[in-house]
């Protein structure tokens, strides 16, 4: 145990030395009966803790439902996008964004070929009966 140590031990752990680590608080009395700066530092620090202790902290009812309704609502585009699109650190957005990004003509294409090329009811059935009649012109004739 040296000098170091013992004050990162002070500063993170507080004055009271049953709140050390149990691996190094025998070590850290130890140095700390041999360091007068280290029990000054101990000392100075120990009013901290004192009015940390002697402080209460106030309870504020439904503080949770308080932040969370101050937080802004996500659209559901973002919601639908980040289903699609998960963050890099998943293990998921590593197949999932090659796969989406492979099927997106694909996609595209059924929804292009969809919607520009409608063709009407009335024009297909026209089409037919013109089909049909120029058949029956031909039933006529005889064959020799």
């Not at 901290?48 to 659209?75: C, F, G, H, M, W």
């Not at 197949?95 to 003509?105: E, H, K, N």
Request: glycine share 4%; with cysteine; proline share 5%.
């Amino acid at each position: 145990m040296n000098h170091k140590r013992l004050v990162q031990i002070i500063e993170a752990y507080g004055t009271r030395t049953e709140q050390w680590p149990a691996e190094e608080r025998d070590a850290a009395v130890k140095q700390l009966s041999h360091d007068p700066e280290a029990r000054q530092l101990l000392n100075s620090l120990s009013i901290i803790d004192i009015a940390l202790d002697s402080s209460e902290a106030t309870v504020i009812p439904n503080l949770r439902d308080k932040i969370l309704s101050n937080l802004p609502q996500r659209l559901w585009i973002d919601r639908c996008l980040e289903w699609l699109l998960p963050s890099v650190d998943e293990l998921l957005a590593y197949f999932w964004r090659p796969v989406l990004a492979a099927s997106l003509p694909l996609i595209t294409g059924f929804l292009l070929g969809g919607s520009l090329f409608t063709v009407e009811v009335a024009e297909s059935w026209e089409d037919e009966i013109v089909l049909i009649a120029l058949d029956e012109t031909r039933l006529g004739e005889v064959n020799e």
